[in-house]
């Protein structure tokens, strides 16, 4: 990732906080508090000591035992104060972040993320996502709160001597921003290639354990293996060099501060010697710079830390960003269906053409039955009608309609779509069939599963309906996971039925079930049936076929 867009990065993290900015500064000024009261319990311990030799302080023994007692009091309420105030945003904003992400993934889907790889997404969503929480509670307000803090301490060793001030000024600049910033110059782009091969090494772990029954059925577990390890142990080698990337930035930090503190020994006594300060002059200074690393400190790691989490966020904010392949439409005047036309139709994908001058009329209460060679543009009609993707050229018309100017919700209401892949989520057979129609009673489910030549099926499970169907759907086989989908198709009772290959994984039995169900579902709506089963598209009442993208 480049310098500049690092950069903007940050500035966009940084606007997300803009809502919780209230909370922001009441931790800035708690933080900042909390480090002074635990710098200048030493700093009153060294006015204790001088009381102790007899050399004169403005307070009293007594009072400064008060001070000292009541400000450790103070430190250990202002720093939980401040922890849980910057853990609050932090969590606040990555629930807002979260929500941002699904909403993105929401209008990106299905067009978007066709090609995208899932173990990646899963990456992204969980571990790009958590590791904003280290900017948010332990990068933004940490940075003010040094600022801050170092700023009054560079003024309390000032008002001994102005050169004492202008060496504990540098030894911050150079521990907290200078530092950092040769670590990070240093460093690259480690963090972005972390970030990426951990997203590649999710991926890999989520395809092979989907697909574990194949490699072990052909034999494939080293190979699969040898894969793995080289994956891990590249990803390991990256966080090898990124963990001593902070090893020696810690170290180095630690340097500094002891190269500083001697400094400040060395300047305050040959101050003292020369009479420029007292006694209290020599020591006091010397104290309040080796307490005061903290805040500077916790920055010093930010060259390293920050690569990661930058590279996190740029990930995160690519996912917000990316714009859609189709817009929702809002605020249109409703429609119901009344047939639908396509005309002159061009459709493309990765600069080949996948359908070309097709035109089509579908008129209501029809079935109408798409028939073709695998690859010759029969899904994609079906996706182009659910305006998952756009058209190139010509136009798709629903009740004399452009299928661009109808509110996304009434096109979902009119269209039910089952897809030739049936995706299934953990949970009951009921609640997998529900999706369809959420408010839907039980009897409306048994019908639809009737109508899919279902609801015998699920009536022999030991719990019916409540049967659990494992992870995406692992019990069920691939005939019954296809009859669920078209259980949701029947439930969600659309007027215009968009069916890919709904009987490709059934037995002549049930899809005879089926095709009785869809053609006394046909008095008063509508199918769309694509197949490549000519026993399917027998009760169609017109066949269209589709050749190299065209109509015939």
Known sequence: MKKGSKLKTLLRMLKLVKPLSGYMLLAIVMGTLGFLCAQFIPILGGFLVLHGLNIPVALPSSTLFIILIAIALLRAVLKYAEQRTNHYIAFTLLAIIRDKVFKALRRLCPAKLEGRDKGDLISLITGDVELLEVFYAHTVSPIAIAVLTELAMVLFIGSYHWALGLLAFAAYTSVGVILPLMVSKRSGNIGDELRADNGALSAFMLESIRGLDETIQYGNGKERMKALDEKTKALSKKQSAFNRLTGTNLAAANSMILVFDTAMLALSALLYLNGEVGISGLIIPLIALLSSFGPVSALAGLGTTLQATVASGARVLE???????????????????????????????????????????????????????????????????????????????????????INTSDLRQMEGYMTQDTVLFKGTVEENIRVAKL??????????????????????????????????????????????????????????????????????????????????????????LVSHRASTVRIADERVFIENGRVS
């Open 439 to 528: 408010d839907a009673s039980r009897e409306q489910i048994e019908l639809a599963c009737k109508k899919a030549a279902l609801h015998d099926f699920i009536t022999s499970l030991t719990n019916g309906y409540d049967t659990d169907v494992g992870e995406l759907g692992k019990t069920l086989s691939g005939g019954e996971r296809q009859r669920i989908g078209l259980a949701r198709a029947f439930l969600h009772d659309a007027p215009f039925l968009l069916l890919d290959e709904p009987t490709s994984n059934l037995d002549s039995l049930n899809e005879a079930v089926i095709l009785r169900s869809l053609k006394q579902e046909s008095d008063g709506r509508t199918v769309l």
């Open 319 to 405: 996912v917000i960003d990316e714009t859609p392949e189709t817009e929702d439409v809002f605020g249109k005047k409703p429609v119901s269906f009344d047939g639908a036309k396509i005309g002159n139709l061009r459709f493309s994908y990765g600069g080949e053409d996948i359908l070309k001058d097709v035109s089509l009329d579908i008129r209501k209460n029809r079935i109408i039955g798409i028939v073709g060679k695998s690859g010759c543009g029969k899904s994609t009609l079906l996706k182009l009608l659910m305006r998952f993707w756009k058209t190139d050229e010509g136009s798709i018309e629903i009740s004399g309609r452009s299928i661009d100017s």
